[in-house]
Nanobody, 126 residues
Framework: VTLVESGGGSVQAGGSLRLSCAASGLTVSSYCMGWFRQAPGKEREGVARIATDGSTNYADSVKGRFTISKDNANNHLYLQMNSLQAEDTAMYYC?????????????????????WGQGTQVTVSS
């Protein structure tokens, strides 16, 4: 299983970025998928998750600004990030797990996700 993130970069506050996660060795349609982030000196936190039925969950800090989606045909996961703030600066990771079904996918602890990408850096300047 390989997850490769891309799309990170530097942007000014108020700007937008779209992160992509290319999956191989798994099918995003049948896995619980999520985006997580980790800022320097902080614990990794969940940003957004999407279950196999397409239901989604977002951290309160990104609700209304970020949108998670997946392209089953191309086996990609995306995170559209709008109205970016300096507090969004972090390394962003794509993660997947085959056993977190249904509502468990939307609330499971970060540590329960079995597969992780290497991350892509997002830096937002104010």
């Amino acid at each position: 299983v390989t997850l490769v993130e891309s799309g990170g970069g530097s942007v000014q506050a108020g700007g937008s970025l779209r992160l992509s996660c290319a999956a191989s060795g798994l099918t995003v349609s049948s896995y619980c998928m999520g985006w997580f982030r980790q800022a320097p000196g902080k614990e990794r936190e969940g940003v957004a998750r999407i279950a196999t039925d397409g239901s989604t969950n977002y951290a309160d800090s990104v609700k209304g600004r970020f949108t998670i989606s997946k392209d089953n045909a191309n086996n990609h996961l995306y995170l559209q990030m709008n109205s970016l703030q300096a507090e969004d600066t972090a390394m962003y990771y794509c993660a997947a797990d085959p056993w977190l079904g249904g509502t468990r996918c939307l609330s499971a602890r970060t540590s329960l996700f079995g597969y992780w990408g290497q991350g892509t850096q997002v830096t937002v300047s104010s």
